[in-house]
């Protein structure tokens, strides 16, 4: 099993900034990506940012410009850094890894979420 255990959420005003931070632990010899979703009240869960052990990064497109994510050379940690905050980013953020165990050929990969951490932006 592996474990997802994040931080960093709040209230903020618009314009502020916030980190997120999420550190991987348990079965994770194997990485493909960790990353960060996030789900508004009424809406789907959206991809916001994914990023690989050896660096490569996705973010949405809507979002470059103001959020980056980094994993700070720690391959079991991501770090969503929020800058320029609306309203409208106000969701659940949940951290989410690609990892699992080792087999002879290669590595098997699950999905593992986190529990989620609450990002209010105030007008």
């Known amino acids: 099993q592996v474990q997802l255990l994040e931080s960093g959420g709040g209230l903020v005003q618009a314009g502020g900034t916030l980190r997120l931070s999420c550190a991987a632990s348990?079965?994770?010899?194997?990485?493909?990506?960790l990353g960060w979703y996030r789900q508004a009240s009424g809406k789907e869960r959206e991809l916001v940012a994914q990023?690989?052990?050896?660096?490569?990064?996705y973010i949405a497109d809507s979002l470059k410009g103001r959020f980056t994510i980094s994993n700070e050379n720690a391959r079991n940690s991501v770090y969503l850094q929020m800058n320029n905050l609306k309203p409208e980013d106000s969701a659940i953020y949940y951290c989410?890894?690609?990892?699992?165990?080792?087999?002879?050929?290669?590595?098997?990969?699950?999905?593992?979420w986190g529990q989620g951490t609450e990002v209010t932006v105030s007008s």
């Open positions: 989410h890894g690609d990892t699992g165990i080792e087999v002879p050929l290669g590595c098997h990969y699950s999905g593992y």
């Open positions: 348990g079965k994770t010899i194997c990485i493909s990506a």
């Open positions: 990023i690989t052990p050896d660096g490569r990064t």
